[in-house]
């Protein structure tokens, strides 16, 4: 069996005044290769890591910060998304000077109005593929990008530089089917989210894509899942039931920040204005993460 991928996005740390906190980001990237055991890092690539919010040179930065402290541990993703496929091309032969492993995209929304079609999308794609010569990670998450169909996916799947797909749906019947027509037919590796993770390789998918500190937990459902035991995956899986469900409202950033740092692992604020979690909302969030994996990692 081929092992399954656990992709893990550091979330951007930053200071009081809106910079990255570069530090904070070294430290990150450690757990993440040692304590969440990820498969690839992903620099830059995802909304969960706020690149969005930062100026072109300091996003480069971050790319280059993110690679760096990687140090060759772990294959690392560059997320080269813009709408402007020119752009996209730049950052991504900015990403083959610096060494990295794959290019990451996301299936854009047309600026100028309208969802973004199948002719349009296999254009983009084919347009950045065509300037580069590493291989692709076609992201979908409908809402920052486009809502793409099924039958764009799959044919999008089939273009020769995409060597995954990660998709944001949650929705059983679209993952189970892209999982036979893209990853079972081989024509990519197909991965999901955390809280399809489990189901997700039952159904013979790859694996997830998702952010510290749940990749902390999702690294132990990987792990008892390729052991059989599958009793002990599912304990851990539903250990996703609530967390971080139950914070949602909020967003998955300021989740996600607000367990790093009960964890002992602070990255750092949101980027202003956004707030996170109220104390009443991290209290809640201490209860629950006591009765996780996470718990031993957490002060008395």
């Known amino acids: 069996m081929t092992e399954p991928r656990l992709v893990v996005p550091p979330l951007t740390p930053f200071a009081a005044d809106g910079t990255p906190d570069w530090a904070q980001l070294a430290s990150q990237i450690d757990y993440i290769v040692e304590q969440c055991r990820a498969t690839d890092i992903v620099a830059a690539g995802v909304e969960a890591q706020e690149y969005h919010y930062l100026d072109m040179a300091t996003r480069r930065a971050l790319i280059e910060r993110t690679i760096e402290y990687t140090a060759g541990r772990r294959p690392v993703i560059v997320g080269v998304s813009h709408p402007d496929f020119r752009t996209a091309i730049a950052l991504a032969h900015h990403a083959e000077r610096l060494g990295a492993a794959t290019i990451q995209m996301l299936a854009p929304n047309r600026a100028f109005g309208g969802p973004s079609n199948e002719d349009d999308l296999l254009r983009y794609f084919e347009s950045v593929a065509a300037e580069t010569a590493l291989p692709m990670v076609l992201y979908l998450n409908a809402g920052p990008g486009a809502d793409v169909s099924v039958p764009a996916t799959i044919a999008l799947a ?5 060597v995954m797909i990660k998709e944001s749906s949650r929705d059983l019947a679209r993952v189970s089917r892209l999982i036979v027509e893209i990853d079972a037919a081989g024509h990519a590796r197909y991965l999901t989210t955390v809280q399809m993770l489990l189901i997700t390789l039952m159904l013979g998918g790859s694996g997830a894509t998702m952010p510290p ?6 690294r132990g459902v990987i792990d008892r899942f390729v052991a059989g035991d ?3 995956a599912t304990r851990l899986q539903l250990q996703f039931a609530l967390f971080p469900a ?16 009960l964890i002992g692992r602070p990255v750092g604020s949101m ?10 909302e991290t209290a809640a969030l201490a209860t629950l993460l006591r009765t996780t994996a996470l718990a031993p990692q957490m002060a008395p």
């Open 158 to 162: 089939k273009l020769p530089r995409v």
């Open 213 to 218: 500190p749940v990749a902390e937990i999702a």
């Open 230 to 232: 599958i009793g002990e």
């Open 246 to 261: 139950r914070w949602m409202h909020r967003g998955l950033t300021p989740t996600m920040k607000a367990a790093m740092a």
């Open 271 to 280: 980027y202003p204005p956004w707030q996170g979690l109220t104390e009443a």
